[in-house]
């Protein structure tokens, strides 16, 4: 008489593989050992190259070698891939070349900036020559000769009337005159010919206004008295 099991043992026994499957099991583990044993060159890093191994071919030899050193490097911890080289010479030219490359595209990115940045990254244009800078020259620095006919002449242009100083009398008068008021007059005094300008009868107030203009907007004159 078969007695029913309980339903923790009935579960179990679901679970409890078949000779079957553990056979099944076993000839998957047999496969991938002999599969992974008849390719294990290619499983390791530069074993994918062996079979094409050539002992003339130092290339060949020397892909596999940075391989495994490669495999060395990552197992040991380093975070970068360290430089070898014959001499000391081409390491320091490689690192000032990379260090060039590194700040060219620095240059590109616009969320990094370099080190040194110059002070002005916009075009600055030439300044222009010192000649072409114009030096104000003070009007009353130099002494300006007015000649007595060229005053006698505006004279007569300016103001109307019969008195009019002459060639002698002219130098006299001159003397009150500052130097910007006697190179007006003698400006003034060549707007006219002679020929019109020692006529009685022509007299013109346009010349008059304009040394009245003269008056009104220079500036005042600075006066040296000598005691």
Same mark, same amino acid.
Request: net charge positive; proline share 7%; glycine share 4%.
């Given at each position: 008489m078969h007695l029913p099991l309980p339903v923790t043992l009935q579960n179990m026994k679901a679970w409890i593989p078949s000779h079957n499957s553990v056979q099944?099991?076993?000839? @998957?583990?047999?496969?991938?050992?002999? @599969?992974? @044993?008849? $390719?294990?060159?290619?499983?390791?890093?530069?074993? =994918?190259?062996l079979g094409n191994y050539n002992p003339m071919n130092l290339g #060949?030899?020397?892909?596999? &070698?940075?391989?495994f050193g490669h495999t060395r490097d990552c197992t040991h911890g380093t975070g970068y891939t360290?430089?070898?080289?014959?001499?000391?010479?081409?390491?320091?030219?490689?690192?000032?070349?990379?260090?060039? #490359?590194?700040?060219?595209?620095?240059?590109?990115?616009? &969320?990094?900036?370099?080190? $040194?940045?110059?002070? =002005?990254?916009?075009?600055?244009?030439?300044l222009l020559p010192i000649y072409r800078?114009?030096?104000?020259?003070d009007p009353e620095a130099t002494e300006v000769y007015l000649h007595p006919k060229a005053y006698c002449k505006w004279h007569r242009m300016v103001?109307?009337?019969?008195?009019?100083?002459?060639?002698?009398?002219?130098?006299?008068?001159?003397?009150?005159?500052?130097?910007?008021?006697r190179r007006e007059i003698h400006r003034i005094s060549r707007l006219l010919p002679d020929s019109r300008a020692f006529r009685r009868e022509s007299r013109n107030m346009a010349y008059a206004k304009m040394w009245?203009?003269? @008056?009104?907007?220079? &500036?005042?004159? =600075?006066? =040296?008295?000598f005691e």
């Amino acid at each position: 008489m078969h007695l029913p099991l309980p339903v923790t043992l009935q579960n179990m026994k679901a679970w409890i593989p078949s000779h079957n499957s553990v056979q099944t099991v076993h000839s @998957l583990v047999r496969a991938f050992l002999s @599969l992974w @044993l008849y $390719n294990w060159p290619f499983a390791l890093p530069g074993g =994918v190259v062996l079979g094409n191994y050539n002992p003339m071919n130092l290339g #060949l030899i020397t892909r596999i &070698c940075s391989g495994f050193g490669h495999t060395r490097d990552c197992t040991h911890g380093t975070g970068y891939t360290r430089y070898r080289s014959a001499t000391q010479e081409e390491e320091e030219e490689y690192w000032k070349a990379s260090k060039r #490359l590194g700040q060219a595209f620095q240059s590109w990115d616009g &969320c990094e900036a370099a080190k $040194n940045i110059p002070v =002005v990254r916009y075009f600055t244009p030439k300044l222009l020559p010192i000649y072409r800078e114009k030096e104000e020259d003070d009007p009353e620095a130099t002494e300006v000769y007015l000649h007595p006919k060229a005053y006698c002449k505006w004279h007569r242009m300016v103001f109307p009337g019969p008195m009019h100083p002459t060639i002698r009398e002219a130098p006299e008068q001159i003397k009150y005159y500052s130097s910007r008021d006697r190179r007006e007059i003698h400006r003034i005094s060549r707007l006219l010919p002679d020929s019109r300008a020692f006529r009685r009868e022509s007299r013109n107030m346009a010349y008059a206004k304009m040394w009245k203009n003269w @008056l009104d907007t220079k &500036c005042p004159d =600075v006066a =040296v008295v000598f005691e």
